[in-house]
Every structure is written in C-alpha cells, then in structure tokens.
C-alpha cells in the first residue's frame, strides 16, 4: 500500500499548520510486514502565546521519519518501530514494541505496547541553550467480542516524563497585571516540575446497527502528578455508502481542571511552590468539536489494485475559562487523503 496525506489546520489565535506525509507498506512475504512514513509539519504561529513574550511571528519546520516492521503468527503479532524527528530547536528519537496475542477462540485481544523517547530541547538563536527530557510509557488493552455485533475494549497508558518539560520561549509576568509587556513587576521563564507521570484509562464500544451502520463511542479519563484530571467522551457514526464509499460523523466533548500550580495571575513570588507558567493547556478549559470524513473506493482496471480516496473537515471551539487575554479559540481542520492499495 501507498499513501498521501494533507493536514491543514488553522485557527482564530493566528496559528496554522500545513503537514503533508507519504506513507508506504509492504508485505515480505505472508507473515512480514513493513512500513515507512515521512511527515512534515509547517507551523506558522502569533499566538497569544506569542505576543506576550514580546516576539514576533514565528514560522517553523517539523520533519518526523517513521519506520516498523511486524510479524503476524497464527495467534500472535508483534511490531517494531522507530521514529526520529527534527526541528531547528528540537530534536526526539523513539521507539516501540508492541505484542498481541488472540485467546477464547480468538474473541479477545490481549496487546501489550512499551515506548520511550529521549529529546533535545533548544532555543533559537541561543547556541548554549540545550535541555533534555526522558519519555517511558506502556499502554496495555483487551478488546473483546461482547456479541455478534458488539465489540469492547479497555486499555490503560502511563507515562513517566523526567527532564525539561517548559516551553524556552514562554515568560510568566508576575505582579501588576500579570502579562509581560504590560504591568507585570516581572517577567520570569516559564518553570515547571521536572517530573511527570501521566495516566489514562480509556473504554471504546462499537455496535453494529445493522449491515450498514455502526455506532460507536469512545471515553477517556486522564490523571496525572501535576494535578490535571479531564473527560473526553466521543461518540460516532458511520454508514456505508452503496458498494465503495464510507460516511462517518463524529462529535467530541472534553472537560479539564488546571494543574496546581496554575494560576491565571500570579500576584507574587510564592503560593505556586515555585513553579509558573502561562500554558494554556494546563489551564481549566473545555471544548467540544464535531467532524465529518467520507472514504471512497475505487476499483481499477487491474482486479487487485484499489485506489481510496478520503476527505475529512472538521470543526472545535475551545472554551478558556482562567487564561488571561484569550477566552475563546475556533479550530478548523481539513485532511485530503489519497491511497493505493494493493490486494
């Protein structure tokens, strides 16, 4: 199979992103597979973010190389991957394992997945400035045939993040106003525990409606050692559309707390256990989206070669509720999607 994609998102805060990637797979043989990707992500921001650390417009470039090869046994799967990305400040080297196995007559699924990351963070135009951060995680699931038409999953996620974990371009005003360029008595760089461990249960469910429509839905709680606590319920619908196409709906709500040592406005050098930040994402906020893709197959000439083609869009409004200068973001996200598929 090979693929190509065009992510394009853009929003009411001044940031957009452009990010195409070409993926191809390849069976060796009839228990072999492998896969490579390459994506490139274009990031053009003048966010609030942005403005209150007294920059201008910042443009980026993301480059990310994927690489796995898999085995599939009778019963049993495993897979091997690594990823290696790059920017002008950033760079991340990663890797996973993930092994599955089928039981009771091949209705439950038991996976196990292990990763890890070790990243280097920079500052443009500051040679000396060099951090580090750790990632290990593992992310454990059963999927399980309920019924002929019902199918479950559980799965639980924890990561351990140790290192540098703030942003080198964020500064926290504190006193005054509390924004940097305007009344704030100072304006420190973001600080933020070194430490994190960030955990999530999740459920999905999926029932058949009948030979052509499913619904779905999918929950996830997250908790972690910062403070932060969300729900992010997502339910789903799809149909099949005559012989080749597929119609899916979606809608997303999320609701989150704020990390303990976030304040909107810090008056003072104390009460936060040293630790500042104007990180929006770890603020209390909420959204909910909503989304519409559509996939299409066509048959060519040649029996064997399918050519797929998919569009998606979709639409979020983020609600802040404690985040100084911005209460309000609107999202729009488009991907274009062409495959050839190989059968």
């Known amino acids: 199979m090979a693929s190509s994609s065009v992510y394009v998102r853009a929003d009411t805060d001044r940031t957009t992103v452009v990010s195409p990637e070409i993926r191809a797979a390849a069976a060796v043989g009839e228990r072999v597979t492998v896969e490579a990707s390459e994506v490139v992500d274009a990031w053009t921001g003048?966010?609030?973010?942005?403005?209150?650390?007294?920059?201008?417009?910042?443009?980026?470039?993301?480059?990310?190389?994927?690489?796995?090869v898999g085995y599939r046994g009778d019963l049993w799967a495993f897979a091997l991957g690594l990823r290696h990305s790059f920017e002008n400040d950033y760079g991340s080297l990663g890797g996973s394992l993930r092994l599955a196995a089928d039981v009771f007559q091949r209705n439950?699924?038991?996976?196990?997945?292990?990763?890890?990351s070790t990243d280097a963070?920079?500052?443009?135009?500051?040679?000396?400035?060099?951090?580090?951060?750790?990632?290990?995680?593992?992310?454990?699931?059963?999927?399980?045939v309920l019924t002929r038409s019902t199918l479950a999953e559980l799965q639980w996620e924890s990561v351990r993040l140790e290192g540098y974990q703030a942003s080198p371009y964020r500064f926290v005003g504190v006193g005054g106003d509390?924004?940097?360029?305007?009344?704030?008595?100072?304006?420190?760089?973001?600080?933020?525990?070194?430490?994190?461990?960030?955990?999530?249960?999740?459920?999905?469910?999926?029932?058949?409606?009948?030979?052509?429509?499913?619904?779905?839905?999918?929950y996830r709680f997250y908790f972690d050692s910062w403070?932060?606590?969300?729900?992010?319920?997502?339910?789903?619908?799809?149909?099949?559309?005559?012989?080749?196409?597929?119609?899916?709906?979606?809608?997303?709500?999320?609701?989150?707390?704020?990390?303990?040592?976030?304040?909107?406005?810090y008056l003072g050098l104390d009460g936060s256990e040293g630790f500042f930040t104007r990180d929006r994402k770890l603020s209390t906020f909420s959204y909910h989206g909503v989304g519409l893709s559509y996939v299409h197959d066509l048959r060519l000439r040649d029996e064997g070669t399918v050519l797929q083609l998919g569009a998606r869009a979709a639409f979020t409004r983020f609600h802040y509720l404690e985040f100084l200068g911005l209460e309000r973001v609107s999202v729009l996200e488009t991907t274009a999607y062409v495959a050839l598929r190989f059968e």
Request: glycine letters at 14%.
């Open 46 to 68: 003048a966010s609030i973010d942005v403005i209150t650390a007294a920059t201008g417009t910042i443009r980026e470039r993301r480059f990310e190389t994927n690489a796995q």
């Open 108 to 116: 439950t699924t038991l996976a196990l997945v292990g990763f890890g």
């Open 121 to 144: 963070v920079g500052r443009a135009g500051d040679p000396g400035f060099r951090r580090g951060v750790v990632q290990l995680g593992g992310r454990v699931s059963v999927t399980q």
């Open 178 to 218: 509390g924004v940097c360029g305007g009344r704030a008595v100072f304006c420190l760089p973001e600080h933020v525990p070194d430490g994190r461990l960030r955990n999530a249960p999740s459920i999905r469910l999926r029932q058949a409606l009948s030979t052509r429509a499913s619904l779905g839905c999918d």
């Open 227 to 265: 403070g932060l606590q969300s729900h992010t319920i997502e339910p789903d619908l799809a149909w099949l559309m005559g012989r080749s196409g597929t119609l899916s709906v979606s809608f997303r709500h999320h609701t989150q707390g704020r990390a303990d040592f976030y304040r909107a406005r």
